[in-house]
């Protein structure tokens, strides 16, 4: 497979050679994945947005717990419950952090990969040698 990354395929089937190759192809490959991000990047604000709503749930419930327990004149032991909710509540925020990290890196990603491929682009028109590219 030696070559396979120096040369593309334009729209009408012809070889493009060189970095103008690579380049088309980086741009098609990004243009490919630009909507499974994106749709990756909204899965994953819903999910956090769904993670907050449960973990005021999860506060709401405790706190409703430890009040009925409190007014109860029979002895109900409601802490092992409340406990379990707390460390439920817990395990949410931290997952929550997880997805918030992985979505900021995917957002610094994305940006620089438009930035890359827009100075790519604007060299490519101004007939600019690019660094890293074979010469003609």
């Known amino acids: ?71 109860q004149k029979v002895a109900l032991d409601l802490d092992p419950y409340v406990k379990k909710l707390l460390n439920a509540r817990r395990r949410v925020v931290l997952v929550n952090n997880i997805l918030q990290n992985a979505q900021e890196r995917l957002r610094r990603l994305n940006h620089s990969v438009a930035k890359e491929t827009a100075r790519r682009r604007a060299m490519l028109d101004s007939g600019v040698y690019l660094p890293g590219s074979p010469s003609k």
């Open 1 to 71: 497979m030696s070559g396979a990354g120096s040369a593309a395929v334009s729209g009408a089937g012809t070889p493009v050679a060189g970095p103008a190759g690579r380049d088309l192809f980086a741009e098609g490959l990004l243009e490919f994945l630009r909507p499974a991000v994106q749709q990756l990047d909204s899965h994953v604000h819903a999910v956090r947005e769904s993670q907050v709503e449960l973990r005021e749930q999860i506060d709401n419930l405790a706190t409703e717990l430890c009040r009925i327990n409190e007014d």
